[in-house]
Structures are given as structure tokens and as C-alpha cells.
């Protein structure tokens, strides 16, 4: 798929829903174009003294729920495209759930791994002093995403305090917790997605242990939702990283295969007595081999376009919960739900745990006043819970596939804030 592909295919999600919903064309053609966008060339000197020049890209899609709110993603293959999809995606999601931000997104064109500590550093801070002026806490408030961590979000939040000499948490959300970060944060993304499993077990009458679930890349956050459905007895069969996976149909030992997965940075099949691992029986898998697995729960939780029309066919999987941004490509979506039995739970939906406790990490910072995990876990909780029995209600009475169901119930919200400053008819009204 084209980098342009991602694009058309992110606008046809919005064609698809707007029949369904109460937004009116207008507002449409409005949300196809991103609001701002800006790249900006980061000049990094390295460790052996030379110097690279490295391209970072912040798109603001929307904002007229609230400042645009998105991660910033380090990767070879980030374009200017993917940045807006995902920037487009940001949008529909905080509809989704519901909170008062617009969409944004960022990234570098950078793989992170070749990059020393130092020069990471230096390139986060270098890509802030770029774009500081088109970011803030009332106009785009930036978050971890691939390849970009906590860390990363406490130098960024540090370097535009120090540009604008006033300490400045709200501009960032995603921080460590010594530096305003939000109890809660770092799992919030894989707890949102199992709060909408769990909506669906309730459903379903599911047992979680007949219930078999593969997860397609481990990182932030794959490994939160393995390891909650992991200790509510779910059988988790095969996880995978960029390197390959592994499969086991009785299941594995979640946080063995963290705790390996951290200290060695690779998947392995593992069972680890305190800080003893030993390996366990296990076929070695390849991505695609995870995609197509005999599972009934199918989570993709690394990068966009992984179920594309070459694999769709075989996609065996009941459910297939995203909680990566776009793994699911437009063709794909229409094999699947001509399946008829393949519940797809949306990305805009899924994964939007993430943005929910940064809305709750922004809120905390401007109080100065700061909550239990308790606190952020039920309320994070409720939030999803209730969005995704919308957004279930909505699939059923219109008899539409989950995906359109979430971008109408976001498209509801968006419009009627849009419309809320006027629409067509209102102004050719004080024309007459
Ligand atoms: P991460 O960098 O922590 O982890 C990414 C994981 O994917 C790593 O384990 C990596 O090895 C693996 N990976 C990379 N390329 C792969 C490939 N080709 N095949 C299989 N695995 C591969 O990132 P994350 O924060 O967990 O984000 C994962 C996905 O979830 C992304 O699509 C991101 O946009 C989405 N997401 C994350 C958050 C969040 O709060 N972290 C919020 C919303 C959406």
C-alpha cells in the first residue's frame, strides 16, 4: 500500500459513516483536510562528531473539540500521510471516547535503534526547539507512540519548558510519573482494549479459558492487554515482535515472556522462576504465520497494514481487536465483514484507552492535584465500558459493521461541534 493509499483509505472510513450519522457534508469536506502541518529539518550532531539531518513531521487535523491531541512516532517509514491518517485517526478517537481534544500526530523519520542514548536525546530535543511554537497545552498536546517512550515525552516536556521558560507539564502527556505523569498511563492502551474484550466476553458468555488470543507485537501496548487477559485466565497462544513469534495452543506465561522480552529485548518462549527462565515447548512463527492462527482473538498491536486483501481470506480469528492505529486495510474490511462472523473492534475504539488517560494526565497537571491509580483505572473503565455499548448499539440497530458504527457515533460528536459555529443553512438563513 502507497504512502498516499493510507490516506484515501482513512477518508473512505469517514465516506462510509457519514449516511449513518447526523453530520452534514459541509463539516465532512472539512475533516478530509488537515487543519495545519508542518515539517521541520532536525540537524543532529552524533557521538563520533559527524552530523545527520533527520525529518520530523507534526500534523494538526482538528481541533475544534479541543487543542489536537496525538503520540509522536520515531520510525524509518514515517511519511507525511501515515502522520496525517494517523492524525485523522486522533480525531475520530477522542470523539470516540468522548473527551475535549481535536487530532494530531507526529513523528521522525529516524530508526531509534541505530541511535545511541545521547543521540536520541539530543534528536527528541532538537525536533521540540523545531516545532515549539506549533505545539502547547492549548493547542497541540503531543504522546508517546511507536518507538517513543516515557522518557522521550519527560526530555521533550523538559526542552519546551526551558524555550518558553515556565515549567510546562500540560504540553506533553505520556511523562514519567516523577515528572507529572499520570498513575496508570503506561498500561491504559492495552487496559482500554480489554475493557472492550471484557465487554464482549459479558456478551458472548465467554469462559476466558476456552478463549485463545494472539498478539501481534509486544510492546507498550501489547504487552498491558496479554498481560491483564493473561491473569483473568484468558489463554494466550502466540505473541510476536518485529523479530518473529511464538506459539503454544495451551497458552504461555505472560509475564515470563515480559520479563525476557525486557531484559533481552526479544520474544522467547519462556517460564521464569524469579530471575531463573527456562525455556518451554513452542514453535517458532513468523508474523504473517501469527495473522492466520486458529485463534479467537486476534490483536494486532504494532504498526498499520497488516491485514491487508492478500491475507484477509485466511484471517481465522473471531474477533479482532486493533489496538495498533490502521492494521486493518479498507479492502480487507470488506472481506472480512463479508465473513459475516468476524466482529472487528475499531482502532478509533480499542485502542483509545491511551488517549483517555492522557486527557486525565492533562486534567491532573492544570490542577496540580493528583489521582490514584484507582481513580484512573475506574474512571478509564467506565469511560470505555460506555462507549463501547454505544458504539455496540449502534453496529446492531443499523446493522452496520463495528467500524462505521464507531466513526457515526464520532462523527455525531464532531459535527455537532462544528455545527454548533454555524452551518450552511444557518448563514444562507441571515442572508434572507
Ligand atoms: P511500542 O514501540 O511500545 O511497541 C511496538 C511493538 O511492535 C514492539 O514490540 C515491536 O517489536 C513490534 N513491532 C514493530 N514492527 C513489527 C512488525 N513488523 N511485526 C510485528 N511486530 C512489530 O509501541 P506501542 O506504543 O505499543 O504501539 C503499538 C501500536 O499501538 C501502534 O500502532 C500505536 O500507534 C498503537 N497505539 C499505542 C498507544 C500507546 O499509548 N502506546 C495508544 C494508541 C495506539
Known amino acids: ?18 449516511s ?8 465532512l469536506e472539512r475533516l478530509k483536510h488537515p487543519k495545519a502541518v508542518i ?10 562528531g559527524s552530523m545527520q539531518v533527520f525529518t520530523g513531521i507534526r500534523v494538526r487535523h482538528d481541533d475544534t473539540r479541543g487543542p ?7 520510525h524509518p517509514n514515517v511519511s507525511l500521510d501515515e502522520v496525517k491518517s494517523l492524525a485523522l485517526w486522533m480525531t475520530c478517537k477522542t470523539a470516540v471516547v468522548g473527551v475535549p481534544f481535536g487530532g494530531a500526530k507526529g513523528g521522525i523519520i529516524v530508526n531509534p535503534k541505530e541511535l545511541s542514548r545521547l543521540e536520541l536525546e539530543r534528536l527528541s530535543r532538537g525536533f521540540i526547539e523545531r516545532i515549539a511554537d506549533f505545539i502547547g497545552p492549548d493547542t497541540d498536546i503531543p504522546a508517546p507512540d511507536v518507538y517513543t517512550n516515557e522518557m522521550i515525552m519527560g526530555w521533550m516536556m523538559d526542552e519546551y519548558s526551558t524555550i518558553h521558560r515556565r515549567r510546562t507539564l500540560d504540553v506533553i502527556t505520556g511523562k514519567p510519573l516523577s515528572l507529572g505523569g499520570s498513575l496508570g498511563r503506561n498500561e491504559a492502551t492495552g487496559r482500554g482494549a480489554y475493557d472492550c474484550i471484557k465487554q464482549l466476553e459479558k456478551r458472548r458468555g465467554w469462559k476466558p479459558g476456552d478463549i485463545t488470543v494472539a498478539v501481534q507485537g509486544f510492546g507498550n501496548a501489547g504487552q498491558a492487554v496479554a498481560r491483564l487477559l493473561f491473569a483473568d485466565g484468558y489463554r494466550i497462544a502466540a505473541i510476536s515482535d518485529s523479530a518473529g513469534g511464538v506459539y503454544r495452543d495451551e497458552g504461555f506465561d505472560v509475564p515470563s515472556i515480559i520479563q525476557i522480552k525486557n531484559e533481552t529485548r526479544h520474544v522467547k518462549a519462556v517460564y521464569c522462576d524469579g530471575a531463573i527462565c527456562e525455556t518451554v515447548d513452542a514453535d517458532n512463527i513468523t508474523n504473517a504465520e501469527l495473522m492466520e492462527l486458529d485463534v479467537d482473538i486476534l490483536i494486532p498491536a504494532a504498526l498499520e497494514n497488516v491485514i491487508t486483501a492478500d491475507n484477509a481470506e485466511r484471517i481465522k480469528a473471531d474477533v479482532i481487536v486493533e489496538v495498533a492505529n490502521g ?3 479498507p479492502e480487507a474490511d470488506m472481506i472480512l465483514n463479508k465473513k459475516n462472523d468476524t466482529l472487528i473492534v475499531p482502532d478509533i475504539l480499542a485502542n483509545a484507552g491511551g488517549v483517555t488517560v492522557s486527557y486525565f494526565e492533562w486534567v491532573q497537571n492544570r490542577q496540580g492535584y493528583y489521582w490514584t ?29 463495528m467500524r462505521t458504527a464507531a466513526y457515526v457515533h464520532s462523527l455525531n460528536r464532531i459535527g455537532a461541534a462544528i455545527e454548533a459555529q454555524g452551518t ?3 448563514f444562507a438563513d441571515a442572508r434572507d
Do not use: W
Not at 68 to 74: E, P, W
Not at 377 to 391: A, G, K, L, P, S
Open 327 to 329: 492494521p486493518t486495510t
Open 373 to 401: 491509580e484507582a481513580d484512573v483505572n475506574q474512571r478509564m473503565d467506565e469511560i470505555m465500558q460506555c462507549e463501547f455499548d454505544v458504539i455496540h448499539d449502534v453496529m446492531e440497530s443499523k446493522s452496520i459493521p
Open 39 to 48: 515539517e521541520v529539518s532536525i540537524p543532529l550532531r552524533m557521538d563520533d
Open 424 to 426: 450552511r443553512s444557518y
Open 68 to 74: 489536537g491531541k496525538g503520540g509522536i512516532r520515531y
Open 20 to 27: 449513518h450519522s447526523d453530520m452534514d457534508e459541509e463539516s
Open 1 to 18: 500500500m502507497s504512502d498516499n493509499e493510507i490516506y484515501t483509505g482513512a477518508i473512505k472510513r469517514l465516506d462510509n459513516a457519514i
